[in-house]
């Protein structure tokens, strides 16, 4: 018996030893023979990876779910990494585990980096954390790899040091182009530009920028102006030439918002986007079109300022367009996505080039989608028996601007907590207008430049039934049902009285949230809270004239499986950008940031959100230890989905 038992241990010892596998080993050198002090060289990683194993890449996002390769360079005064890593021809695939694409190597995998020699003989040192997988069992195998490359410089020959020569106090003090752009001018450096590589490495950043503009197209605050620059164009002479104008001046605006906020600070657009007096002047400006279309009177600027300012225009057109074209940009930009929030935070930063010509491309699709709305009303006109039915189209869009007016009167309602136009008010204004479109249509109601309606077609009911279908849509709402194809436009849904008892909250510092939820309302006590809890900190950055943030808690926060996380596993610390509530004297300060005097809550969050996490944009969830330590990378407007997944990476990381 002893004897069996003895074999039974030698066994699972046996077994357990087989277990530490390592079916990927590295290999590094630098490419370069002889380095001199200054130079760029390549330092290239090889693994060498056993058979029917694959290792992961590190050219896709870690959020996806398995482990990006990853090389941590420790810091040193001999040496400094430059730009990222790239990986060797790695091979790609979609993966039905993670839901995206992958890419890898097998057998073999190489990564070079670029690395600038600062001082004499340096170690270049640091870390591979990776992971090795095989489809045979199942298995993933994680790496970490620690590596010490010993680099011997030589000394350049017939060196003559100039005034203009740069040390290693100097490199290190220069942002990676620069550093590179500098070195070339020695003639004794040996680097070269690659400029393909760098025009590539624009291109993508400019296509992801054109990208993110059209996505923006399609967020909530785009949709007052779309019939706002239909209708300003019907009343407008050689509306191809004034279309292409609008285009050019949105991409102009779009471009120069990088160079305000240089001036002002990143917080100065959401000002114009969150602040009572720009939201009065939009309301105003809606109802004037409104009114106009209606047919009460004719908007035309006087002819003296006019030909002051432009003598070249048709009666003043160009600055009126203008102006429809600066009401476009900054109202966009209370929704748009987080890329405009960096661009503009690299520009206030000094990097001038890249925010340009990325606003630039990220203005694009506006100027083209919003040229081609122009052009339509030209194109209405050049139709044949273009009577009184073009009136009418203007009328209806006079009552749209009507409803849109509200929205800007509800930014100002939320922001300052008034409480006048609260969700259901808003409602019944829409829906009436709504149905007073309808009837309209139909013709039981006329205006006086109308002609009576003596035959109702298919194609006036159907855009009739259309309006009354929104209207009918929209009742249930009154009553408080979710209305999801409206969310992000219409004021949040009201709390329920049940969840806003104060005897309820965990603490007096925390306010009620949608859906039952509890958030802080700073994030300091948020961290003293979730560490007598023991949990990991939700930061919801968000604002109430945010229209995505309504909608990522109408759509997102209110799914059973998101609720139970954001419930169970989170403290939330619930940060609105634009609170206008006072400080108190003694927490007031000066930002490190713009140098501003903060004095109100939504100041302080914002300016918590530059200076900590680098963003001026909402919605962004950040996910941190009770200590402040970021989890992982932040996320903003995403889907049901990306959350959950973000959630659980998250809280995993926390344990």
């Excluded at 918002?257 to 009065?280: E, K, Q, R, Y």
């Excluded at 009328?395 to 007016?405: I, M, P, Q, S, Y």
């Excluded at 007073?436 to 139909?442: F, T």
Aim: aromatic content about 12%.
């Amino acid at each position: 018996m002893h004897f069996k038992k003895i074999l039974i241990l030698l066994f699972i010892s046996i077994s357990a030893f087989a277990q530490l596998e390592k079916p990927t080993t590295w290999k590094y050198k630098v490419l370069q023979d002889k380095v001199v002090v200054g130079d760029l060289v390549d330092v290239e990683f090889t693994a060498t990876i056993q058979k029917d194993w694959y290792l992961y890449s590190s050219d896709f996002s870690p959020e996806l779910g398995p482990t990006v390769t990853e090389f941590v360079f420790n810091k040193s005064k001999g040496f400094r990494a430059i730009g990222k890593i790239k990986p060797i021809h790695p091979k790609k695939k979609f993966d039905e585990v993670w839901g995206g694409d992958v890419t890898y190597f097998k057998e073999t995998g190489k990564f070079v980096q670029k690395v600038m020699i600062l001082e004499e003989n340096p170690t270049i040192s640091g870390k591979i954390i990776y992971q090795t997988c095989t489809d045979i069992d199942g298995k993933c195998v994680p790496g970490n790899e620690v590596f010490n490359i010993k680099t011997s410089t030589v000394l350049a020959n017939k060196i003559e040091q100039s005034s203009d020569t740069l040390n290693s106090d100097t490199l290190t003090n220069q942002k990676e182009e620069s550093a590179i752009e500098l070195n070339e001018k020695e003639p004794t450096k040996t680097i070269t530009k690659e400029p393909m590589k760098e025009a590539q490495s624009l291109w993508q950043f400019l296509l992801i920028a054109f990208g993110a503009g059209l996505a923006s197209i399609f967020m909530p605050c785009i949709y007052p102006i779309m019939p706002m620059t239909v209708s300003f164009f019907t009343k407008q002479a050689n509306g191809k030439s004034k279309a292409i104008f609008y285009g050019i001046s949105i991409m102009a605006i779009f471009g120069v918002m990088g160079l305000i906020t240089m001036a002002f600070g990143a917080p100065f657009l959401n000002f114009l986007s969150t602040h009572w007096l720009p939201n009065l002047i939009f309301f105003v400006i809606f109802i004037l079109f409104g009114v106009s279309l209606l047919g009460a009177f004719e908007i035309v600027l006087p002819h003296e300022t006019v030909n002051k300012i432009d003598r070249l225009s048709d009666k003043g057109g160009l600055i009126g367009i203008f102006f429809m074209a600066l009401t476009l940009v900054v109202v966009s930009f209370s929704c748009t996505v987080p890329f405009v929030g960096s661009l503009l935070i690299a520009a206030a930063q000094g990097e001038v080039k890249r925010p340009i010509y990325g606003m630039l491309a990220f203005g694009l699709p506006f100027a083209l989608v919003f040229s081609g709305l122009a052009m339509f009303p030209q194109m209405l006109k050049n139709l044949p028996k273009s009577g009184g039915w073009l009136n009418e189209l203007k009328a209806v869009f006079g009552f749209l601007e009507f409803a849109l007016a509200l929205k800007f009167l509800s930014n100002i309602d939320l922001a300052y907590h008034w409480n006048l136009i609260h969700r259901n008010v808003f409602l019944v204004i829409w829906i009436v207008i709504a149905v007073i479109i309808g009837i309209y249509i139909l013709g039981f109601i006329r205006l006086s430049k109308d002609d009576k309606i003596e035959k109702r077609g298919a194609l006036r009911i159907f855009f009739s039934v259309i309006f009354l279908g929104l209207a009918a849509y929209m009742l249930p709402g009154v009553t408080g049902k979710s209305l999801s194809l409206l969310s992000g436009i219409l004021p949040p849904m009201p709390i329920s009285t049940q969840s806003t008892t104060t005897s309820e909250l965990p603490t007096d510092k925390m306010r009620a949230l949608p859906h039952e939820l509890f958030g802080f309302y700073d994030f300091d006590d948020a961290q003293v809270y979730a560490k007598e809890i023991n949990k990991p900190i939700l930061i919801d950055f968000t604002g109430y004239a945010c229209a995505n943030c309504r909608k990522m808690e109408e759509n997102v926060w209110s799914k059973p499986e998101v609720l139970k996380r954001l419930k169970e596993d989170f403290v939330i610390a619930s940060l609105y950008v634009d609170d206008k509530k006072e400080l108190p004297k003694e927490k007031q300060y000066t930002s490190s940031y713009d140098n501003e005097l903060k004095t109100t809550v939504g100041d302080k969050n914002m300016d918590l959100e530059i200076t900590k996490y680098n963003n001026n944009a909402q919605p962004y969830y950040i996910i941190v230890h009770p200590n402040g330590e970021k989890l992982l990378e932040p996320l903003g407007y995403s889907s049901e989905a990306d959350f959950i997944k973000f959630l659980d990476k998250g809280k995993a990381g926390f344990k």
